[in-house]
């Protein structure tokens, strides 16, 4: 069955650094869109992020300049570098995909999310 696990979740204080990745595993044909979103407590959750396969990218106000999502399709796997990271950005984090299964149209799929934490 298709999956997306994350990974580099963890604490760091403000104004550090944080690499997250997210892997797809499974039998599928090919993945379109690829993002990251997050959710803090109390919160709904947001989009950060998202590049598509052929490499256009969308980000969030609140974290251009300083977050980078990036791809590596022969792996794939989807990345985001958090630089300056500040206490609001602290949220469970979520990688989301669209990927085709057995037919054409792409279905949408969900990591189980990874802690980052940035204290003050």
């Known amino acids: 069955q298709v999956q997306l696990v994350e990974s580099g979740g963890g604490l760091v204080q403000a104004g550090g650094s944080l690499s997250l990745s997210c892997a797809a595993s499974g039998r599928f044909f090919g993945i379109t869109v690829m993002g990251w979103y997050r959710q803090a407590p109390g919160t709904q959750r947001e989009l950060v992020a998202t590049i598509t396969s052929n490499g256009s990218l969308n980000y969030a106000d609140s974290v251009k300049g300083r977050f980078t999502i990036s791809r590596d399709n022969a792996k794939n796997t989807v990345y985001l570098q958090m630089n300056s990271l500040k206490p609001d950005d602290t949220a469970v984090y979520y990688c989301?995909?669209?990927?085709?299964?057995?037919?054409?149209?792409?279905?949408?799929?969900w990591g189980q999310g990874t802690q980052v934490t940035v204290s003050s």
């Open positions: 989301n995909a669209f990927i085709r299964v057995l037919v054409t149209i792409p279905e949408i799929f």
